[in-house]
T-cell receptor, first 118, second 110 residues
Framework: DTGVSQDPRHKITKRGQNVTFRCDPISEHNRLYWYRQTLGQGPEFLTYFQNEAQLEKSRLLSDRFSAERPKGSFSTLEIQRTEQGDSAMYLC????????????????FGSGTQLSVL | QKEVEQNSGPLSVPEGAIASLNCTYSDRGSQSFFWYRQYSGKSPELIMSIYSNGDKEDGRFTAQLNKASQYVSLLIRDSQPSDSATYLC??????????FGKGTRLHILP
């Protein structure tokens, strides 16, 4: 399977614990996005990478959230000191953008990691 | 805060009729516009993209863009029960990242 892979599919944690999610993008894709989605809402932008460079992190995101994409391959999203409000589906998407910036950008999504904070 | 606005619905359309979905965006410098479909419990998938003013047709789907009005729409002709899903409008702004609206739930009535 050469699609976007996310691990784990489900994560249940207690408030105050740290969690880390992993995303493996489509191998030739140079961009990787993280989104958060709650029931009845659209995907909310969290951050994105061009190769290993983090281009932007949402200003709405607290310092408890951090993401990395070492070597421009897989990415991890860490949430420290989880809160009940962090419960959501965390979606990863990847794309290939020619020349680093292009109008045409098709996102391919993974199946997501469903986080439940008790 | 750049935004993408959609009516959350649900929008109920009889089978065989035309479904019309609308979206407005706030960043006048936005360059690319997309419609994604998301079935319940699944991840979004791209169905249409549009970059220039006017209409773009792909099978039963037509995307329409009016940059002066900052308005994007999606028409689905001959609606089928399998079209029942949430339709997400997405915009690539001048800052080059892609953001999504809240989505419109579409229900095709058999």
């Amino acid at each position: 399977d050469t699609g976007v892979s996310q691990d784990p599919r489900h994560k249940i944690t207690k408030r105050g614990q740290n969690v880390t999610f992993r995303c493996d993008p489509i191998s030739e894709h140079n961009r990787l996005y993280w989104y958060r989605q709650t029931l009845g809402q659209g995907p909310e932008f969290l951050t994105y990478f061009q190769n290993e460079a983090q281009l932007e992190k949402s200003r709405l995101l607290s310092d408890r959230f951090s993401a990395e994409r070492p070597k421009g391959s897989f990415s991890t999203l860490e949430i420290q000191r989880t809160e009940q409000g962090d419960s959501a589906m965390y979606l990863c998407a990847s794309s290939w953008v020619r020349g680093g910036r292009a109008s045409d950008e098709k996102l391919f999504f993974g199946s997501g990691t469903q986080l439940s904070v008790l | 805060q750049k935004e993408v606005e959609q009516n959350s619905g649900p929008l109920s359309v009889p089978e065989g009729a035309i479904a019309s979905l609308n979206c407005t965006y706030s960043d006048r410098g936005s360059q690319s516009f997309f419609w994604y479909r998301q079935y319940s419990g699944k991840s979004p998938e791209l169905i249409m993209s549009i970059y220039s003013n006017g209409d773009k047709e792909d099978g039963r789907f037509t995307a329409q863009l009016n940059k002066a009005s900052q308005y994007v729409s999606l028409l689905i002709r001959d609606s089928q029960p399998s079209d029942s899903a949430t339709y997400l409008c997405a915009v690539k702004g001048r800052d080059d990242k892609i953001i999504f609206g809240k989505g419109t739930r579409l229900h095709i009535l058999p």
